[in-house]
């Protein structure tokens, strides 16, 4: 088996996505898990969230109602 850090790079770079990542994307994930939901799920969950943030240029924390009928 080979050892060229890769395993270490990865614990990391997923050590610091996980400390950048927002409270809110952080209370999302920690729900889903609650609900026994399956990786695949909470990964399609977590990308559709950001998109629709992304469409609408901001969190959606400061989304209102018009915004997420």
Do not use: W
Request: hydrophobic share 40%; glycine share 4%; with cysteine.
């Amino acid at each position: 088996m080979r050892n060229d850090g890769a395993a270490a790079y990865s614990k990391f770079h997923l050590f610091a996505k996980e400390l950048s990542m927002t409270p809110l994307r952080r209370r999302l994930i920690e729900d889903m898990m609650v609900r026994n939901c399956a990786p695949a799920t909470q990964a399609t969950y977590v990308h559709q969230v950001s998109m629709f943030a992304r469409y609408f240029g901001r969190s959606p924390e400061m989304l209102g109602p018009e915004e997420i009928r």
